[in-house]
């Protein structure tokens, strides 16, 4: 039994370093903050290194969403359905003051954070967020990916018990 709860914790450490190092990203960009992601994504900040530079434009080929800016309740459901249809195992992604808890938007039209409608994984504070600071998330994301338990087989159980 030993054996193979060492091949289960060697499998898991492999898939979550090949996991961390290849992040996908979805930008759902809808307001200001959209022009630091793009400063982001520029070879200044490079973040090809953290294997997290290529984003996808359908959400079927991505892992992480990156909800960029201000949600209004129109938005909500379609952001809701973009999560949906992207495969396991998903991120999500917070980016900026108006993703996180609505902003300066204090009013009928806009979600007060994105978390009401979908789980999110990581939070980036700011109005709008430094590069470093987005840097800074992904390196986060990559540790909790990487700690993950990662399933190859859909039967293969979550918690197994040792017999």
Known sequence: MAMMEYLTTRKDELIGWVRKFSIFPYPF????????????????????????????????????????????????????????????????????ACATSGGVYRNYTVLQGVDRIIPVDIYIPGC?????????????????????????FPYEKQNPVPV
Not at 138 to 145: F, G, V
Request: aromatic share 8%; with cysteine; charged share 25%.
């Open 29 to 96: 960009v809808t307001a200001c903050c959209g022009m630091e992601f793009m400063a982001v994504a520029s070879t200044l900040y490079d973040t090809d290194r953290f294997g997290a530079a290529l984003p996808r434009f359908t959400p079927r080929q991505s892992d992480l969403l990156m909800v960029v800016g201000t949600i209004t309740h129109k938005e909500a459901p379609v952001i809701k359905r973009v999560y949906d249809q992207m495969c396991d195992p998903k991120w999500v992604m917070a980016f900026g």
């Open 128 to 152: 709008p967020p430094r590069p470093e600071m987005v840097i800074d998330a992904i390196m986060k994301l990559q540790d909790k990916i990487a700690g993950e338990r990662h399933p190859i």
